[in-house]
């Protein structure tokens, strides 16, 4: 690995197979994409999906990770305060989500699945660095 390069990290978020086609479709259609995950009162468990740089990630928004290559899912801080123990998966489903997101005109929405992380990746998430947040990202 070469000296600058990042350590690898635990896998935290992954799409499905479907959610992964779906954001394929959007991404010709949109260009590169992002995912956020606010945790407000609405669509709680449905992470947005935004073109990149139409939605300002705030400082304290933590990077999960990557999917799908290079799209970047965000999760705010309050959010990641609750689900820093459990791995995500993005699945899509049909129904309308919220109408800010790139897929609702699809009559789908992506949607969270959650697991509890094992103890063996529990130990592993102790040993790593802190995840990147919006201050140091951008």
């Known amino acids: 690995m070469p000296a600058h390069a990042a350590p690898p990290r635990l896998e935290r978020v992954r799409l499905t197979e479907a959610a992964e086609e779906l954001l394929r479709r959007l991404e010709d259609r949109h260009g590169p994409l992002m995912f956020h995950q606010s945790g ?9 999906c935004y073109p990149r740089g139409e939605f300002q990630v705030g400082a304290s928004d933590v990077l999960l ?16 305060a609750y689900w820093r123990h459990t791995h995500l998966t993005v699945d899509v489903v049909p ?39 919006g201050a140091s990202v951008t």
């Open 95 to 133: 129904g309308r989500g919220s109408g800010f997101s790139v897929e609702a005109p699809e009559g789908v929405r992506f949607l969270l699945r959650s697991r509890l992380m094992t103890d063996e990746e529990l130990e592993l998430l102790e040993a790593e660095p802190p995840l990147p947040t």
């Open 40 to 48: 407000g009162c609405c669509d709680g468990s449905s992470p947005m």
């Open 65 to 80: 990770g990557h999917v799908a290559g290079d799209t970047p899912f965000w999760m705010s801080a309050a959010q990641y």
